[in-house]
């Protein structure tokens, strides 16, 4: 009631509607019913002194029952709102609030509806807040903490990086202890994270880290070539975080963060003599981590990925992305190429032509302008 006539006040003012809704936090089409039924009776302000609240309402509202101003509209169900926004790539606010309005002509109007879903998205946990659509990323980082290994027979300590995926839509998270941040660790996390998953986001998100990006730019960072070969294994594209923008990887971020508070604190009493031994525990909490619950909604990682991402992510190829590096070299006078102490032959038009190599554990393929020239097994 108190809005109702701040309204009624601001309007003798000579207010527009728009600034009146913008004072009273309330939608344009509140204050236009306001303003209008005013009108019709007849009232002005200001109002009798000897008027209380319910006269004032019975006389602008007549046909409804006292104090029914303030529950006209229905509370729509903003979580259920939220979850099939991230559900349906194309699914618009605007159309929600029109099919709301059609089973609920009473209810909000559009922009009070839209401002009511954006306070209660500020209420939420920020790994909850961003909007991403169910299956479009997964978020990758290494924790800043490390997990000590020690070697049963010297007592050697190896300090073991903390690799971190995180989907966007359901936060759910997967970890695991290895030997070091270099490429081939990345690379096999990836892989270990795909399959934790069961599928595959459209996007995968990494920082700007050396085993991710050879040359970190704000528009066109370039990616590790094998790096680019694991996204198209898997279909997946790989856009890296851009530097100095950290909604970018806030995803990442909190989801490390979460990991440092919820695994790797657990552990720190405990000794570890291999990784399989630590990435077992890490396991074990993984599967708790996903199950707690929300603070400020209903559910838990794991059922809003069995809800939103686990449907929508892409199936995993039929074959495990086999590592392999990529090195570039000139093909001598004798058209051979020397790769790691062994010569292979190429055709012998390449003389002195630059050409990329591809190597895994079991070939070597020599590629020149994009074309497979040459392949010899190891």
């Known amino acids: 009631m108190r809005k109702l006539k701040e309204v009624l006040r601001l309007h003798s003012l000579g207010l527009s509607q728009h600034q009146i809704a913008r004072s009273c936090c309330i939608s344009q089409s509140t204050v236009h019913e306001y303003v209008s039924a005013a009108q019709a009776a007849g009232l002005k302000w200001p109002l009798p ?6 006269q004032v309402e019975q006389t602008l509202f007549p046909q ?7 529950r006209k509209h229905p509370e729509p169900d903003w979580t259920q709102i939220h979850q ?15 099919e709301g309005r059609e089973s609920h002509p009473e209810g909000y109007g559009y922009s009070r509806f839209c401002d009511l879903y954006r306070r209660w998205l500020r209420t939420l946990d920020l790994v909850l807040r ?30 073991a990086a903390i690799f971190v995926a995180v989907l966007g839509a359901s936060s759910y998270t997967f970890a695991e202890a290895t030997a070091g941040q270099d490429l081939r660790n990345w690379i096999g996390s990836h892989t270990r994270a795909f399959e934790y998953f069961g599928g595959v986001a459209a996007v995968v998100v990494p920082d700007n880290l050396k085993s991710a990006v050879t040359h970190p730019s704000y528009y066109e960072p370039d990616l590790n070539p094998t790096y ?19 909604r970018d990887k806030a995803k990442a971020e909190v989801g490390v963060q979460v990991v440092q508070r919820w695994i790797v604190a657990a552990l720190r009493k405990r000794k570890f003599f291999s990784l399989e031994e630590a990435n077992q525990a890490i396991a074990e909490l993984l599967v708790r981590l996903n199950q707690r619950p929300f603070r400020k909604r209903e559910g838990n990682r794991a059922s809003l990925f069995a809800q ?10 039929a074959t495990r992305y086999q590592f392999g590096e990529w090195k570039t ?23 002195h032509q630059q050409v990329d ?17 040459a392949s010899h097994v190891r």
Do not use: C
């Not at 680019?228 to 950290?246: F, K, M, N, S, V």
């Open 329 to 351: 070299t000139r093909v001598n006078l004798d058209y051979h190429i020397e790769m790691e102490r062994h010569y292979y032959s190429v055709p012998y038009a390449l003389v």
């Open 130 to 159: 961003q909007e991403h659509r169910a299956g479009e990323k997964m978020f990758v980082d290494y924790a800043g903490a490390t997990l000590p290994i020690y070697d049963p027979r010297s007592g050697e300590v190896q300090l």
């Open 228 to 246: 680019r070969d694991l996204g198209e294994h898997y279909g997946a594209a790989i856009i890296p975080a851009r530097p100095y923008r950290a």
């Open 357 to 373: 190599v591809h190597l895994t554990a079991e070939t070597l393929e020599v590629i020149h302008r994009g074309v497979r020239v």
């Open 64 to 70: 409804r029952p006292a104090s029914a101003v303030w």
């Open 84 to 98: 099939e926004l991230q559900r349906h790539a194309d699914l618009t606010l605007q159309l929600v609030w029109q």
């Open 308 to 317: 939103l991402d686990r449907p929508a992510l892409k199936p995993l190829p």
């Open 49 to 54: 002194e000897n008027w209380d609240d319910r």
